[in-house]
Structure formats: structure tokens, C-alpha cells
């Protein structure tokens, strides 16, 4: 008998069951249009709603769209029906790296270079202001090529949990693997217990067990307070006195990232990896009640098609909520972009594009034709972290309006706040309706709605 294809939104094939958990169920699935393997989280709403867990689903959601590293776990996709939410990832299919450590310790140049890895992926998510608060082998997958990709979010943290005292104060993670200062309920650095918890994984990669380990939990607790542990004789020299200033329990002593980049053990053919362009896009779906149908599996059937000849169709559900405050759907998905990074136009793509070009030469930034409604403007001038390169996009939302989008591709955060503010908005007054984040009568878009 020919087994039964669950066909999700009309664009995801799901398969076989990959993994579960307390919340979620993980699938393999595979993107109708293109083929490719994607691994599908559903996540039954209630039970999130029950157990008091939708913030820290909408907080995994956001982390997410921020951290878009190659040796990240990439988010895709967030759709949801009124029963679930599902999130469309990129499939790693090496499985993790626990399998690889279970089986014993791994060559020094190995561990160096998954270590390398991790330390870049963990580096840029302290950029953007994320801790991820459970590192462990077993969330460290391997793709297709042995390259490490961090996943699992769900504990993450971001800068608006810190408390008056700039600190984080929720106990979380895998105690062999947590850093001192978590344990002690004082209040702790989330980067810092990051750190503690790499050289956790390094010690892991390069001896094939724990430093911290003992039967009783509570004397365990104590070597870790005290960072009693030894490494074994085969360890070098070099990677010992790593070790060493990482499992450090006073967190104010402990090495940095920037400290670990110049030790000549880690930098031993390091290349840094280099973010993902923001402008590869993480859409967000909302299906109506009405929508959805009664059986676990949305069956629906849609067609599109590109052209050359029109912008990409931006996500009706992301205009809104980004746009609108009477449309304000932050509830299920959460949206970081910076107010005043995207706006509305009623001229034609090709006007805006034209406009855009003719802006960016007038502030002596050189303009790239990335596709089709899509350029990268690069400032001629070095700024504090190097030229400040700015993606700009267009989408079309309804017959006669477009959406714009600009997104930081390289550079200091406050040179591309300025650029926004106080040389973008003004030269574009003449064709922008509303900048994102700015009042306008909600009626306007309850009317525009209608026809998106």
C-alpha cells in the first residue's frame, strides 16, 4: 500500500519523524518547488500556551532571524494554523556531534577546527546581543561537508531579559556543561557563560569525557565551583592552557573571545566565516482559523510564478504586522527590524530602483546589482568595522504598492542607523507613503488589506 504523502501548506512534502521533545515533534521534509531537504518543528500551540512557554517560543523565533551564520542552524520559514506553529529549518543531515564523541576522543586538528567553528558561530551571536545558554555536543550538528551548525534556541536570551543589574538570573542548561556563576543564583553574564560552556565542549572534543563528572549531582556542583579537573596526558601543551583559561569560575578572569582568537593553538588555519546576507529571507505564514482544515496536516494546493518583469511578493502577514499597530500580530511571531529600515511606496518598482540608484551615487556609495530589485549600496568611506554595505530589496505587496527594505550587510550598526535616519528618509520624502514604525490612519490599511 502506498504510504500516505502529508503535503504542508501546499510547499512542504513531510516524511518520517526525526526527533521529539517535551513541546515539539521534528520532521523531514522536503520543499515541493525546489526538492531540497528541510526538517520541520510542529509545535502544538496549547500545550505551549498551558505551560506558559509562548514567550520563549516567540523569543526562539526571533533569535533566530538574527543569527543567520553558516555555522548556525538556519531558520526558514514560520508558519502557524490556529493548533500549531511550525518552523521550516535547514536540515543538517550529519546528526550531532555527541555521536561522533560518544564514539571516543577526536584527532587534536578535528577538535581545533569544530572548536574554530563554534567560537565564530558563538562570537557573532554575542554580536547581536544573543546568549545561547545551552551549549552541549549533543546541539552542535554536522552538515553534509563535517561542518559544525549550532542548534536549538530554545533557551536562548536576549538583551531585554537582562534585570536592572545588566544581569541574566534564569538557571537553565545541562549542569555538566554549565558555567559556576549560573549555578550560584547571583545572577550571571550570558556571553561569559557561553564561554565556560565552549571550553566544556573543547575538553569534551579532545578527551572523550567530561571534566566535570561525579555520581553524586551536588559534588559534581562543587568541582565545577571550584573548576577541579584535570586534563589527560595526551592533551598538548598548548591546547591544555586553553582549556584552562576557559574553565576559569571567577567569569571576570575568564579568557574572552577576542583573548581566544589570538591564542596560536586556535588561530592555527582559522578563517573566520562570514555572516549571511540579511537579505535572505525568513518568511512568517499565518493561516486563518477559517483556513485550516480539520485533519493534522494543512493540504493545499498553490501556484506562482516569477518574473523578471516584478519585484518579489513580500509576505502579506509580515507587512502588516511590521507596519501596522492596528494589525499588531507580535503575539505569535515577533519582528527586530530596526523602525525606520523599511517603508511603503506607491510608485512602481522600477521608479524605486531608479530613485534608489540615483540616492546612493549622490552619497558616493557604489551600487551592485545583486538581482532583480536588489542592490547592495557600499560606502567608499572605512568606518569603525570596515565599510558600511546596505542591502536594499523591493517587494510588491498589492498591485500599486511596494514595500522597501534595507538591511545592514557589513559595517557599524550606528553608521547604518545614520545612514537611515539622516540620509536615506530625507532623499526619499518624494516616493515614500510610510516609513515602518511612523502613524498613519489604520483605516487606510484595513482598506489596502483587503486586496493583498
Known amino acids: 500500500m502506498e504510504e500516505e504523502r502529508h503535503v504542508l501548506f501546499g510547499k512542504y512534502e513531510m516524511g518520517r519523524l526525526l526527533g521529539k521533545g517535551t513541546f515539539a515533534k521534528v520532521y523531514y521534509g522536503k520543499e515541493m518547488a525546489s526538492g531540497e531537504s528541510v526538517a520541520i518543528k510542529v509545535i502544538k500551540k496549547e500545550q505551549v500556551k498551558r505551560e506558559g512557554m509562548m514567550d ?51 584527532r587534536e586538528d578535528q577538535a581545533r577546527r569544530y572548536f574554530q567553528q563554534l567560537i565564530s558561530a558563538v562570537d557573532f551571536c554575542h554580536s547581536r546581543g544573543v546568549s545561547h545558554r545551552d551549549l552541549k555536543p549533543e546541539n552542535l550538528l554536522l552538515d553534509d561537508n563535517g561542518d559544525l551548525k549550532i542548534s536549538d534556541f530554545g533557551l536562548s536570551a536576549l538583551p531585554e531579559q537582562l534585570r536592572n543589574d545588566g544581569l541574566l538570573h534564569t538557571q537553565c542548561g545541562t549542569p555538566a556543561y554549565v558555567a559556576p556563576e549560573v549555578l550560584r543564583k547571583k545572577g550571571y553574564d550570558g556571553p561569559k557563560a557561553d564561554i565556560w560552556s565552549c571550553g566544556v565542549v573543547l575538553f569534551v572534543l579532545l578527551a572523550g569525557f567530561l571534566p566535570f563528572q561525579d555520581e553524586n549531582i551536588m559534588k559534581m556542583y562543587r568541582k565545577i565551583f571550584r573548576g577541579e579537573f584535570e586534563c589527560p596526558p595526551w592533551f598538548t601543551a598548548e591546547s591544555k592552557r586553553l582549556v584552562f583559561k576557559l574553565l576559569v569560575p571567577d567569569p571576570n578572569r575568564r579568557i574572552t573571545i577576542p583573548g581566544i582568537m589570538r591564542v596560536p593553538w586556535f588561530y592555527k588555519g582559522f578563517t573566520r566565516s562570514v555572516s549571511f546576507s540579511n537579505s535572505t529571507r525568513t518568511e512568517s505564514t499565518l493561516v486563518s482559523e477559517s483556513e485550516e482544515e480539520e485533519e493534522d496536516w494543512v493540504n493545499k494546493t498553490t501556484s506562482s510564478s516569477s518574473s523578471s518583469s516584478s519585484p518579489k511578493f513580500f509576505n502579506a502577514f509580515e507587512f502588516i504586522s511590521s507596519m501596522s499597530s492596528g494589525f499588531d500580530l507580535s503575539s505569535l511571531f515577533e519582528n527586530k527590524r530596526k523602525t525606520g529600515s523599511m517603508f511603503t511606496s506607491k510608485c512602481s518598482a522600477t521608479t524605486i530602483m531608479a530613485k534608489l540608484e540615483f540616492v546612493a551615487k549622490g552619497l558616493s556609495f557604489k551600487v551592485a546589482k545583486l538581482k532583480d530589485f536588489q542592490i547592495r549600496l557600499q560606502g567608499a568611506s572605512e568606518g569603525r568595522k ?23 550587510s557589513s559595517g557599524d550598526t550606528l553608521e547604518y542607523d545614520k545612514f537611515c535616519d539622516e540620509d536615506v528618509r530625507p532623499a526619499l520624502k518624494d516616493i515614500v507613503w510610510t516609513w515602518q514604525g511612523d502613524h498613519i490612519d489604520n483605516n487606510d490599511y484595513k482598506k489596502q488589506a483587503i486586496t493583498i
Do not use: C
Not at 532571524?65 to 490556529?82: C, S
Not at 535547514?90 to 556531534?97: A, I, K, P
Not at 565599510?387 to 510588491?396: N, R
Open 56 to 106: 520563549q517560543i516567540q523569543r526562539e523565533i526571533s533569535v533566530m532571524r538574527m543569527v543567520r551564520h553558516p555555522n548556525v542552524v538556519q531558520l526558514r520559514e514560520v508558519m502557524a494554523t490556529k493548533t500549531k506553529i511550525f518552523f521550516v529549518m535547514e536540515y543538517v543531515r550529519g546528526g550531532e556531534l555527541f555521536a561522533k564523541v560518544a564514539r571516543g576522543k577526536l
Open 386 to 408: 570596515g565599510k558600511l554595505s546596505v542591502t536594499a530589496e523591493v517587494f510588491e505587496v498589492a498591485p500599486e504598492v511596494s514595500v522597501v527594505e534595507f538591511s545592514k
